[in-house]
């Protein structure tokens, strides 16, 4: 009897989700999206949430809107929710915040300064950025303290034209490797497209290539800076060959050995932990690419990912 009642229970959710695959047109499996570079299931359940949403956006144009209203507690789930943008900042649809269904939030700016919609208008349109993440610090809907979010978007045209954005984020999320190879791939491209004036957009504290922990940075080929992953350069010069992670071992030495036959490398080195004793695992990822006739190198480091 008990069984019969949990079951009895399910059989609403179970309908609504055949329903919400009948209307997107979607088929399971999702053959067509590469999840192969995370490392979490709840990034990987996020873009495949995302995925959808934008597939019904794509087939059944801006009815979908009403669409997501009628099935909002579907779209607001426990770890995420669905939004949908216009492309001059217009929020149309939002399942965790319906108040801000209508208004334009092309300037607004999270706590640390960091102009969000800005940021997912310029994920979507790189090529170096397939699922639009963006990085920032946000609220849960019925909290009143900020939280760090990352969220994945996909650009949409409809069949009438119209051109929207639809995302959805993680709070608290685990950090990608993926992540830190999406900026510091864009700041690469952002040095051979701009040269030196590169550098004082990679440096800005509010810019995409530096979130939570995160910083992109950059030096030369003797050591020396030019974007610091600790502090302004004026206050002391400092060279990051050569440094030695808590077991002595030299993470930049054996990348830069590395890198004289790849453009790219992973390092893997052990740092102190602010949350728990002993050492963790970190990872670097590092380019090099031509500033004028010196080599450049960028990259950045995050936690190692540990899946369970």
């Known amino acids: ?178 992540f830190i190879r999406i900026v510091v791939d864009d700041a690469v491209s952002s040095f051979e497209r701009q040269g030196m004036a590169a550098v004082n957009e990679i440096a800005d504290p509010t810019s995409e290539y530096n979130y939570r922990e995160v910083r992109v940075f950059a030096f030369l080929s003797d050591g020396s800076m030019l974007i610091s992953p600790v502090m302004n350069e004026r206050f002391q010069k400092m060279s990051i060959v050569g440094c030695v992670d808590e077991v002595g071992h030299k993470p930049f030495d054996k990348a830069l050995e590395r890198l004289e036959q790849q453009e790219s490398v992973w390092e893997v080195f052990l740092a102190k932990s602010r949350f728990q004793r002993g050492l963790i695992k970190k990872c670097l990822y590092l380019r090099k690419t031509m500033l004028e006739d010196s080599v450049v190198y960028v990259g950045a480091v995050t936690d190692l990912p540990e899946p369970p």
């Open 1 to 178: 009897m008990k069984y019969s009642k949990n079951r009895n229970r399910k059989i609403p959710l179970l309908l609504s989700a055949l329903f919400i695959l009948l209307f997107s047109g979607c088929q399971p499996g999702h053959s067509d999206l590469d999840l192969s570079m995370y490392q979490y299931r709840d990034t990987r359940d996020l873009v495949r949430f995302v995925y959808d949403a934008a597939g019904v956006l794509q087939k059944n144009g801006l009815s979908s809107i009403d669409y997501f209203r009628n099935n909002r507690s579907f779209y607001k789930q426990k770890n995420y929710y669905l939004y949908v943008y216009s492309l001059d900042g217009t929020n149309l649809f939002h399942a965790g915040m319906p108040e801000l269904e209508g208004r334009n939030l092309l300037l607004a700016t999270d706590k640390n300064g960091k102009m969000i919609t800005g940021m997912i208008l310029r994920a979507i349109e790189n090529p170096a950025n397939p699922h639009g993440w963006v990085h920032y610090t946000w609220w849960e809907p019925g909290k009143f303290y900020p939280v760090p979010k990352s969220s994945c978007h996909f650009k949409v045209i409809t069949p009438e034209g119209k051109e929207l954005f639809v995302g959805g984020g993680i709070d608290y999320p685990q950090e990608e490797k993926e």
